[in-house]
T-cell receptor
């Protein structure tokens, strides 16, 4: 149980284009989902927290207009990287939390490469 | 200064050997401490979770210890296997910010023949 999937697993795009990453909780309902970014040999950095049906809360330094987060249902959250640039190339990982359970279940990650 | 520091930064051991990874944290008060295993190019997978009142927790060949007084935790891997090669991350949660995780810097473990 508690499986989280991400799609796509890797994406390569041209600079200036937008990329959407999906995060799904497959066998449970997630009231809260989190988006992290991880650069090579570094730890995960929280970008934003999203609750179903409300606006995401972004961490300091994360541009909300560049990283659009939508949590339209209890099993799906999306992260859209708008007008991507090479410096946005990173490993993006989502996690999902069951209401009342203090544990996050992580997805397998999405490798984004912006040329 | 990172509030969760791990050592060593990287480690190479022979298959079958044991090893111990360290985690020191300054987060206080804390709710719980987790150890995750992260394979290259994959998301983290939980190995153990301990509250401040727990001293040790095992999961197969993985045994985590916690000393809340000294704010130290360790992860001991017994009889290492090639598949143990991964990054091991210590994660601490603050009391009161139940969902916000503070990630350690990680230890990269390589198990060789």
């Amino acid at each position: 149980g508690a499986v989280v999937s991400q799609h796509p697993s890797r994406v390569i795009c041209k600079s200036g284009t937008s990329v959407k990453i999906e995060c799904r909780s497959l066998d449970f309902q997630a009231t809260t989902m989190f988006w992290y970014r991880q650069f090579p040999k570094q730890s995960l950095m929280l970008m934003a927290t999203s609750n179903e049906g409300s606006k995401a809360t972004y961490e300091q330094g994360v541009e909300k207009d560049k990283f659009l987060i939508n949590h339209a249902s209890l099993t799906l959250s999306t992260l859209t990287v708008t007008s991507a640039h090479p410096e946005d190339s990173s490993f993006y990982i989502c996690s999902a939390q069951i209401a009342g359970l203090n544990e996050q279940f992580f997805g397998p990650g999405t490798r984004l490469t912006v040329l | 200064k990172n509030q969760v520091e791990q050592s060593p930064q990287s480690l190479i051991i022979l298959e079958g050997k044991n090893c111990t990874l360290q985690c020191n944290y300054t987060v206080s008060p804390f709710s719980n401490l987790r150890w995750y295993k992260q394979d290259t190019g994959r998301g983290p997978v939980s190995l153990t979770i301990m509250t401040f009142s727990e001293n040790t927790k095992s999961n197969g060949r993985y045994t985590a210890t916690l000393d809340a007084d000294t704010k130290q935790s360790s992860l001991h891997i017994t009889a290492s296997q090639l598949s143990d090669s991964a990054s091991y991350i210590c994660v601490v949660t603050y009391t009161g910010t139940a969902s916000k995780l503070t990630f350690g810097t990680g230890t990269r473990l390589q198990v060789t023949l």
